[in-house]
């Protein structure tokens, strides 16, 4: 099956250092690769996309995320975590015809 | 920007009874979707409905549930005998075109059976 695994359930950083939340994807053909942000009791913000083209590509609140094609992975990053990163951030995935498929969610907490 | 908005915020109903959940998509989108949180776990896929009828749904989506888009603008979501596992974070997404374009979520309504 088609599906995205974020293999982390919770990741712990402090403030100021550089996050990274994990991402692979297991697709055939050319995957569109998301990362979505869900803050507390709030919905869900589309942060960045990979569609085609440079590998590394840059979104909202200054995350960034790389698409490896022979590690499978599409991992977010930042520089510099804040404590107001601190959310729900989901890896997603379309194959171009599909819903958007869901990873489980990794839980951001950037502590002070 | 435009947004999706949904209505309620927050319902909660007795076990057995019927509830709509309301979303009014972005105007111009054509892909609409509702899917589900559990706990504020993992975001499940309930159905798709593009062209006023519904092009995917999931194993949740059973005959309890059903969709419609009434008059052109607002996208219902109905489950006609709610169940206790029913209570969830429903989130409605309209999309312009599937594929390369992100979905806009709406803030989601949270449903609890009791």
């Known amino acids: 099956a088609q599906s995205v695994a974020q293999p982390e359930d919770q990741v712990n950083v402090a403030e100021g250092n550089p996050l990274t939340v994990k991402c692979t994807y297991s697709v055939s053909g050319n995957p569109y690769l998301f990362w979505y942000v869900q803050y507390p009791n709030r919905g869900l913000q589309f942060l960045l996309k990979?569609?085609?083209?440079?590998?590394l590509v840059k979104g909202s609140y200054g995350f960034e995320a790389e698409f490896n094609k022979s590690q499978t992975s599409f991992h977010l990053k930042k520089p510099s975590a804040l404590v107001s990163d601190s959310a729900l951030y989901f890896c997603?995935?379309?194959?171009?015809?599909?819903?958007?498929?869901f990873g489980k969610g990794t839980r951001l907490s950037v502590i002070a | 920007e435009p947004e999706v908005t949904q209505t309620p915020s927050h319902q909660v109903t007795q076990m057995g009874q019927e509830v709509i959940l309301r979303c009014v998509p972005i105007?111009?989108?054509?892909?609409f979707y509702w899917y589900r949180q559990i706990l504020g776990q993992k975001v499940e896929f309930l159905v798709s409905?593009?062209?006023?009828?519904?092009?995917?749904k999931s194993e949740i989506f059973d005959d309890q549930f059903s969709v419609e888009r009434p008059d052109g603008s607002n996208f219902t979501l109905k489950i006609r005998s709610t169940k206790l596992e029913d209570s969830a974070m429903y989130f409605c997404?309209?999309?312009?075109?599937?594929?390369?374009?992100?979905?806009?979520f709406g803030q989601g309504t949270r449903l609890t059976v009791v």
């Open positions: 997603v995935y379309s194959s171009g015809n599909t819903p958007l498929v």
């Open positions: 990979y569609i085609t083209g440079d590998n």
């Open positions: 105007s111009n989108h054509l892909y």
């Open positions: 997404a309209s999309i312009l075109r599937q594929g390369n374009t992100e979905a806009f």
């Open positions: 409905f593009y062209n006023n009828e519904i092009s995917e």
